[in-house]
């Protein structure tokens, strides 16, 4: 079975300031994805950044890239130039090929003007 | 992009009633969508896996008499909350796989909150 483990309930940055959320899985399966994903108050979810397993190179999405360590199943998102609009619960997950999504239990963060 | 549609968007009902949500993709094709529940300010929780013109897998724990799913089509799964009760007001994620686009990843709907009173 899949497991995912988020260890920060919560975090605040100053706007403009970087900051990285943690992510820790465990899987047997050889071929998944990793993804990060950001629910703002809307509660929408939105796809921030994906990383496939298979690949080394760490995932960059503008502002937001991870470090992917495979060896040590870990899967930190760092952003970079934090704005307001950053705030949000962010839900790191886990996932085979095409099938369904294993969550964190998020991490609410909170960009601070 | 990619267009995951519910309906409604909330509802109240009272206890001991049934309601359906929608989950519709709009410009594509979905053979499988998921179900997810949501407490305020935890996880999702997978409910079911939907696919079109099968039975739906559920998760472990998850009632299927409780919480029925009928994927009818490509673009449409339902989830019916039959015999409501308190415990069962949660916020209700949809998902969407695209068909054609076999592909990693899901398009989430906007979320379904359902109030039992």
């Known amino acids: 079975a899949q497991t995912v483990t988020q260890s920060q309930p919560e975090m605040s940055v100053q706007e403009a300031e970087t900051v990285t959320l943690s992510c820790t899985y465990d899987t047997s399966e050889s071929n998944y994805y990793l993804f990060w994903y950001k629910q703002p108050p809307s509660r929408q979810m939105i796809l921030v950044i994906r990383?496939?397993?298979?690949?080394?190179q760490n995932a960059t999405e503008n502002r937001f890239s991870v470090n992917f360590q495979k060896a040590a199943k870990s899967f930190s998102l760092k952003i970079s130039d934090s704005q307001l609009g950053d705030t949000a619960m962010y839900f790191c997950?886990?996932?085979?090929?095409?099938?369904?999504?294993?969550f964190g239990a998020g991490t609410i963060l909170r960009v601070k003007s | 992009g990619a267009v995951v549609s519910q309906h409604p968007s909330w509802v109240i009902c009272k206890s001991g009633t049934s309601v359906k949500i929608e989950c519709r993709s709009l410009d594509f094709q979905a053979t499988t969508m998921f179900w997810y529940r949501q407490f305020p300010k935890q996880s999702l929780m997978l409910m079911a896996t939907s696919n079109e013109g099968s039975k739906a897998t559920y998760e472990q724990g998850v009632e299927k008499d409780k919480f029925l799913i009928n994927h009818a089509s490509l673009t449409l799964s339902t989830l019916t909350v039959t015999s409501a009760h308190p415990e069962d007001s949660s916020f209700y994620i949809c998902?969407?796989?695209?068909?054609?686009?076999?592909?990693?990843?899901?398009?989430f709907g906007p979320g379904t909150r359902l109030t039992v009173t």
């Open positions: 990383q496939e397993a298979y690949k080394q």
């Open positions: 997950a886990s996932g085979k090929y095409g099938n369904k999504l294993v």
């Open positions: 998902s969407a796989r695209d068909w054609v686009v076999w592909s990693y990843e899901q398009y």
